[in-house]
């Protein structure tokens, strides 16, 4: 059983910073590929940022073109905890951000990043809304 919590979400006005968390457990999370999702309502499910671990302490991370420059993932594998650090929000950010993880079986929620590795695990998410 593996489980992603995600916290961290809320309302906050464009310009504006949030730092979203996702905390996990069942599974050895220092070697687990990680992302970030956001779903706004009527849209598809977009992939934000994804981490991977190349070696010791060492990281390689992914951004989608529109948050590049603003937003960062980090990971502290000693907490088993996922973090995205998002700035200079825009409202067309508004949606539920999920955090996913690779590793399971193919599922109805699966979905790819742009290196191939699928994500079949999913928190429940957490709503962030930005404000004009």
């Known amino acids: 059983q593996v489980d992603l919590v995600e916290s961290g979400g809320g309302l906050v006005q464009a310009g504006g910073s949030l730092r979203l968390s996702c905390a996990t457990s069942?599974?050895?999370?220092?070697?687990?590929?990680m992302g970030w999702f956001r779903q706004a309502p009527g849209k598809e499910r977009e992939l934000v940022a994804a981490?991977?671990?190349?070696?010791?302490?060492?990281?390689?991370?992914y951004y989608a073109e529109s948050v590049k420059g603003r937003t960062t993932i980090s990971r502290d594998n000693g907490k088993n905890t996922l973090y995205l650090q998002m700035n200079i929000l825009k409202p067309e950010e508004t949606a539920v951000y999920y955090c996913?993880?690779?590793?399971?079986?193919?599922?109805?929620?699966?979905?790819?990043?742009?290196?191939?590795?699928?994500?079949?695990?999913w928190g429940q998410g957490t709503q962030v809304t930005v404000s004009s």
């Open positions: 996913a993880t690779s590793g399971g079986a193919p599922n109805y929620k699966s979905a790819y990043d742009v290196e191939g590795a699928r994500y079949d695990y």
């Open positions: 069942g599974r050895t999370f220092s070697s687990a590929v």
């Open positions: 981490i991977r671990t190349l070696g010791s302490r060492t990281y390689r991370a």
